[in-house]
């Protein structure tokens, strides 16, 4: 890790042995570290294009784009992106047979609601929508002269189409139609959010 290297040795000595779901606190920060990494590259590419178009824009739609592509970033690298740090470390599976990926609507999810331990089923539904909550309310923020209910809502679902065919390229997932469906859900309920929210600002 290039940045959270003394903080993952730090947790690692002292919660290694305790918890029994370390792998997936090394996976976040392992996240973070390559997040924050691409955010920086991003963040010197934007402000270059601000000061070479010179486009006035307020300080809050600024805010909204730097933090739809921090988001961005973070889900490619949780879902995507997780054993690689660099482009040019991508292995992919052109070969991998399309048996393996899940096409029959909901089969897996049912599958994990009758098992003994029903954590899963819970992290699988619940954690897809509100991984896509977020894009569902900055989106329309971002693109606020192009958004519409549909553009917003299929975006975020091509979007969860490209992280699903990239998971089956790169083998660093399950491809799950369930996944596209959750996610989708989430785009919706933060479509939503936005425009209450919108409701309530011109109120007052």
């Not at 976040?28 to 590419?45: S, V």
């Not at 991984?131 to 002269?145: A, E, N, Y």
Request: aromatic share 18%.
């Amino acid at each position: 890790m290039l940045f959270l290297g003394p903080l993952y040795k730090l947790l690692a000595d002292h919660l290694a042995m305790r918890i029994n779901h370390f792998a997936l606190i090394k996976l976040t920060l392992m996240a973070i570290d390559k997040t924050i990494l691409y955010f920086l590259i991003f963040a010197i590419l934007r402000l270059i294009w601000l000061l070479a178009v010179r486009h006035r824009r307020t300080i809050k739609s600024e805010m909204s784009v730097w933090l739809l592509a921090f988001y961005i970033i973070l889900i490619l690298m949780l879902t995507t992106f997780r054993n690689t740090y660099f482009p040019w470390q991508l292995n992919f599976n052109f070969h991998r047979p399309l048996s393996d990926v899940n096409l029959v609507f909901m089969k897996e999810t049912w599958k994990l609601l009758y098992a003994q331990s029903r954590v899963d089923f819970i992290y699988n539904c619940f954690g897809n929508i509100l991984c896509f909550l977020p894009l569902g309310f900055l989106s329309p923020i971002v693109f606020s002269k192009k958004q519409t209910f549909w553009r917003i809502i299929i975006g975020g679902m091509l979007f969860s189409m490209l992280i699903e065919t990239l998971q089956f390229l790169l083998g660093t997932g399950v491809s799950d139609i369930d996944d596209v469906f959750f996610n989708t859900i989430g785009m919706f309920i933060g479509y939503l959010l936005y425009q209450l929210s919108k409701r309530i600002k011109n109120k007052f």
